[in-house]
Each structure stands twice: as structure tokens, then as C-alpha cells.
């Protein structure tokens, strides 16, 4: 499914972020980044910052291209089509 098929159904509309929007959300994905790094938190909530990361970031690339989604529902059918992944 592509990001306009995402968008024709519903599930991604169209959005205009500021500069700030976009700032904020790239640096939440380099704080949580580096918080995955430190090796005193457990493996399970390294890797939970490591996903958080993973989804700031998908936000951000569809923010940066104009869209923004449900997130609890869309961010498995977004992931995909950014990294250009078609799937039925």
C-alpha cells in the first residue's frame, strides 16, 4: 500500500508541520537513540526506546512530507511504505 493509497483511505491526511513540529520530533528520536545506548537500563526498555525512536522517526519523515496518520494504527502501514515496501 503506498502513502497516497494511505491517504485516499483515511488512515494519513494531509498536514503542513511548522519547523518546530519537525525540530521537536527529530530531537525526540536522537534523545531516545541515545538513551537505547546506555547499557544500566534492561534490554527490554532499551529496546523500547529503540522502537520509540523507530516510530518519532516515521512520524517525522511523513510530517516532513506533508502527511500525519492515526499513529497507533497506522505507524505498522507507514513504516513499509516509507522504506518504499509494497504489501497488499
Not at 51 to 71: H, W
Amino acid at each position: 500500500m503506498t502513502l497516497e493509497n494511505l491517504v485516499r483511505i483515511g488512515k494519513l491526511a494531509r498536514h503542513d508541520p511548522s519547523r518546530e513540529e519537525i525540530a521537536r520530533l527529530l530531537a525526540a528520536v536522537k534523545r531516545n537513540l541515545k538513551d537505547a545506548r546506555n547499557e544500566n537500563i534492561s534490554p527490554e526498555g532499551r529496546f523500547d526506546l529503540a522502537y520509540k525512536a523507530v516510530a518519532a522517526e516515521a512520524l517525522t519523515t511523513d510530517q516532513g512530507r506533508g502527511l500525519v496518520g492515526e499513529i497507533v494504527r497506522a505507524i505498522y502501514r507507514v513504516i513499509p511504505a516509507n522504506a518504499g515496501i509494497q504489501y497488499v
